[in-house]
């Protein structure tokens, strides 16, 4: 059966009549190509690669034919979350690309943002962009759409999320920052813009696919099939981990990603060995599949596999984000961490039907999650900061240890010299002195 794709753009003007561009392309090297779409009663007709534009409702179905088979090819596509101007929202994208004067570059983004309420971390070099931002809707689209005017960042993949409570950063950096990404000595020694350096892109769909072949998967499964050569690599931190990952990934130990040193243990290490994925497998024969939020740890750690001799290596496209965005939950066990003030998003922030029961309520299931303190499920997939500002150690607690431990992570943190008060619902620590003057709790 000939593939044919469909790429959606998101409208810039979350106002507008409901618009969309498709690319719809059919891949094949043995057949001339020609294309009839069937949408609401219309038909268009084109060749090979073409770009279309119609007016949808809120969802709609059309079916491809394929002169290289003779059959159609039924697609269905979902119009894009359409937000009012002062809706809040996360945007996300990052870009690997040279850029001569990124000091400059700086410059003309800080100028851009000149009366518009975004809030991030956007961080330009010499290797390309990396941004993490929130802002009313109308703010924070103009100024994606006003990136994307440039050649280089014309195609990023844009993520986008809601904020619910406003902002989830608490102001803007905007900065030169030599490595896109914190890890080990820096980023910028790597080679990044080699495509061919970098692991090979799954969409979704694909990486979907692949799962459950490797699998061998119904979803019950927990663990890898063992007999496969492939291993499924998680890129994060473990507490990310904690609340939400794919079916079969191992915990990673690792509290933050510029310590990461999966694949670069020796034999004589056992302890490291004993942690590490990607320890004593064929570097040649062993698939290994890399997720993570957004996809640009991946794309940074797989470099440094392909020099450490790993040759087939497949990341998913957009991260963890855009495949439950695209896929749902499906494979996918609990919540996604995410850094900002949001800290944990269920897989319905992302596709609105995913996870709902017979009675439209959301539900995930998160069994897996252990309390740190006593080991007994959590009700929330959710972090909190020990209480201990010297400590502020991430960490899943019930309500039981919450009260009994006073917000602290353990016996020793409740005894400490800087505690801050226990705090409800999903607030967020602030500055220590916001705490400092408070009359200290009794234990």
Request: charged share 20%; aromatic share 10%.
């Amino acid at each position: 059966m000939a593939l044919i794709t469909l790429s959606p753009l998101l409208s810039s003007t979350p106002n507008s009549a409901k618009h969309v561009t498709a690319l719809i392309q059919e891949h094949t090297t043995t057949h001339q190509i020609f294309t009839s779409l069937h949408l609401h009663r219309h038909k268009i007709h084109g060749g090979g690669c073409r770009r279309f534009s119609w007016d949808y409702q809120e969802r709609f179905n059309f079916s491809a034919f394929s002169s290289s088979n003779g059959g159609w090819i039924d697609v269905v596509a979902g119009a894009p979350k359409e937000y009012e101007d002062a809706e809040f929202i996360v945007v996300n994208f990052y870009r690997f690309v040279f850029v001569q004067n990124p000091e400059e570059e700086v410059l003309r983004h800080l100028s851009f943002m000149q009366g518009r309420d975004i809030h991030g971390r956007i961080y330009l070099n010499e290797q390309g962009i990396n941004a993490q931002y929130s802002g009313p809707s109308k703010d924070a689209l103009a100024y994606v759409e006003w990136v994307k005017e440039d050649h280089r960042f014309s195609d990023i993949l844009i993520q986008i999320s809601p904020a619910a409570n406003g902002h989830a950063f608490p102001k803007l950096k905007l900065r030169y920052k030599p490595s896109l990404v914190q890890l080990g000595e820096g980023i910028s020694h790597l080679p990044l813009l080699d495509q061919s350096m970098r692991a090979t892109p799954l969409t979704p769909s694909e990486w979907k696919s692949k799962l459950e072949r490797v699998n061998n998967i119904d979803n019950s499964l927990d663990t890898v099939n063992s007999t496969t050569n492939c291993i499924l690599l998680d890129v994060r931190n473990g507490y990310e981990w904690d609340v939400g990952h794919f079916q079969g990934a191992q915990r990673p130990d690792v509290d933050c990603f510029r310590s990461t040193s999966f694949g670069l243990s020796s034999e004589s290490q056992t302890e490291v060995v004993a942690s590490d994925p990607l320890a004593n497998v064929d570097r040649e024969k062993t698939d290994v599949l890399m997720y993570c939020t957004g996809g640009i740890r991946c794309d940074v750690y797989s470099t440094i596999l392909r020099q450490q001799g790993f040759k087939n290596l497949y990341t998913l496209k957009g991260g963890v984000s855009h495949y439950l965005e695209k896929e749902g939950s499906t494979g996918w066990v609990g919540n996604l961490f995410v850094f900002d003030g949001r800290l944990s998003l269920p897989p319905s922030t992302y596709k609105p039907e995913t996870n709902a029961d017979t009675n439209g309520k959301q539900k995930t299931s998160h069994s897996f999650a252990k309390c740190h303190v006593c080991g007994s499920h959590v009700s929330e997939l959710r972090h909190r900061n020990c209480a201990n500002l010297d400590c502020n150690l991430l960490f899943l607690c019930c309500l039981k240890c919450v009260e009994g431990m006073r917000g602290c992570c353990c016996t020793n943190c409740t005894s400490a010299d800087r505690i801050r008060p226990v705090l409800r619902g999903h607030q967020r620590y602030k500055k220590w002195h916001t705490y400092r003057d408070l009359e200290p709790v009794e234990g």
